[in-house]
């Protein structure tokens, strides 16, 4: 069984995703290697996700991304202060936004296995604590 922390990223292809993109980190999630696998969002997540939709006006979109974060699968644990205190340490030592430091302390800090995000640069912050898969290839 792995516990897999999606970053804001992962989430927006899964909810809002070509089809293909979609297939693919669904695909993934279901892997039978992986076992029974544990997804991992943050309220951060949540935050970055539906900024565009709300300040847009798109219910629907609103909706989506509600649904998936209502999904009794995914996990949202609550934050505390040594999530706080791990982001810290993450970013005064790489340098990264606080955001990105405070998504990998909450999969560090959560005991996640992997983090999902499509970000290259979160590799070297994660230390080796967890495994930084880049599933989807972004255009960009």
Known sequence: MGRIYLDSCI??????????????????????????????????????TLVIPRRSGDTDLLDLFES?????SVEIPEPTRTVFDRATEI????????????????????????????????EKAADDLLRVILPVRSSG
């Open 91 to 122: 970013r005064a030592k790489h340098l990264v936004p606080t955001p990105d430091a405070l998504h990998l302390a909450f999969a560090i800090e959560g005991n996640c296995d992997e983090f999902w995000t499509n970000d290259r640069r979160l």
């Open 68 to 72: 998936f974060f209502l999904d009794p």
């Open 11 to 48: 989430v927006i292809y899964l909810v809002e995703g070509t089809e293909e993109v979609r297939s693919i980190l669904e695909n993934r999630l279901n892997d039978p290697v992986l076992g029974d696998t544990e997804i991992v969002v943050s309220d951060l997540v949540r935050l970055e």
